[in-house]
């Protein structure tokens, strides 16, 4: 196999004004004073270009709290990489926009609670986040930026996909990005609060696919679903260590967000290893990279190098061991955990969340 860096997501900080109950950032929040400096991030880039990357993600947290965002968005444009802001949109206004653009950004991907604004501030436990996303949405398109707006849907949102849709083309968007929330993370603990019915689901997909045909050639709607009403996982990241790297705020570079919630991996610190070497030789790229970890039933699956075993972090979480099958598959040993998590959030559903917070970080 030969595997290539494409695209790295710098998660600069775990910093965040919202405190979304389905965030994928560890429960473990990094503090600011382990933040990497924006020197070594400056490296970093320049190193993941000289690799052959193509793409970064300014990502969080809150990507706009860092003070040398522009900084980096620079060294960014002069390694040729291609920039993209995963932002709340808290802080993104017309003079940092216009910023942001003259320093080399290239994209700005808007994320929304709901397109109603009292749903979306309580999902994101910010009151006056929704105008303030608004605002952040039309200055990234005043400067020139290319806007992607994200929508992550569960059951306190997903029956709005259509106006969700309308207000992406209101906006200017260029795309939008229905995902449905993966169940790792913050979200784990509000697994009864935000999974959706399985008609739900029906529903939101119809919903995509009659939209995707109306707006057709105007607006490109991409649409994740949920492993737990899937029949098949997703690739993860397109694959364990294949094309992505994750580099957390403290500097650890991960196989993907979750990675970290795998306790018998070591990652590596791109403080103190070339990037290169991370990537080719560390064991946590490795491990489940490829094919040859699989077990039986992946190992003679036909789709083994099309989902690529699925999540290691959720076969962890739901099966106790991280090289097991991803228990969202139908074939898996342990799928009925999935259908009785299925079950008891259909059941047994709750309106209450545990808002993200600092309260469980390591200090």
């Known amino acids: 196999m030969n595997e290539r860096l494409l695209a790295v997501t710098a998660e600069l900080t775990h910093r965040c004004p919202l405190a979304c109950p389905y965030c994928s950032n560890p429960l473990a929040l990094a503090r600011k ?9 400056a490296r970093v880039i320049r190193e993941a270009a000289s690799m052959g990357c193509l793409h970064i993600h300014f990502s969080g947290g809150e990507p706009l709290a860092r003070g040398d965002l522009d900084d980096l968005v620079e060294a960014a444009a002069e390694a040729g990489l291609y920039s993209n802001l995963i932002t709340s ?30 749903s979306n501030d309580r999902i994101a436990g910010l009151k006056g986040a929704f105008a303030r996303k608004i ?6 398109h005043a400067a020139g930026l290319a806007l992607t707006i994200n929508a992550v849907v569960h059951r306190a949102n997903v029956e709005h996909v ?19 929330v993966q169940y790792y993370g913050w979200a784990a603990e509000n697994h ?17 696919e009659a939209a995707r045909m109306a707006h057709d050639g105007a607006l490109v709607i991409d649409y994740v679903v949920p492993d737990f009403h899937a029949a098949r996982p997703k690739a993860c990241m397109g ?20 990675a970290e919630t795998i306790p018998d991996l070591g990652f590596d610190d791109v403080r103190t290893k070339p990037l290169a070497e991370i990537w080719e030789r560390s064991e946590a790229f490795q491990r489940f990279r490829g094919t040859a970890w ?17 999540c290691r ?22 799928h009925d955990r999935v259908l009785a998590l299925v079950a008891r959030a259909t059941d047994h559903p709750s309106a209450d969340y545990r808002y993200r917070s600092f309260s469980s970080a390591v200090t």
Do not use: Y
């Open 33 to 41: 004073r382990d933040e990497m400096a924006g020197g070594d991030w």
């Open 89 to 118: 949109g808290i802080g993104l206004n017309d003079t940092r926009a216009g910023q942001l653009k003259a320093a080399g950004l290239d994209h700005v991907q808007v994320s929304f609670q709901d397109s109603v604004p009292r």
């Open 135 to 140: 605002e952040a949405a039309e200055a990234a």
């Open 162 to 180: 259509p106006e969700m849709i309308d207000l992406a083309i209101a906006l200017g968007a260029e795309r939008i990005e229905i995902a449905h």
């Open 192 to 208: 009864a609060a935000l999974l959706p019915t399985r008609a739900q689901l029906d529903r939101a997909t119809q919903d995509v």
């Open 239 to 258: 694959g364990w260590g294949r094309r992505q790297m994750v580099i957390s705020p403290a500097g650890r570079a991960l196989p993907c967000h979750a």
């Open 294 to 310: 699989m077990t039986e039933p992946c190992r003679s699956c036909e789709r083994r190098e099309v989902d690529w075993g699925g």
């Open 313 to 334: 972090c959720q076969a962890l979480a739901l099966a106790g061991d991280a090289g097991a099958t991803d228990p969202a598959c139908e074939l898996a040993p342990t």
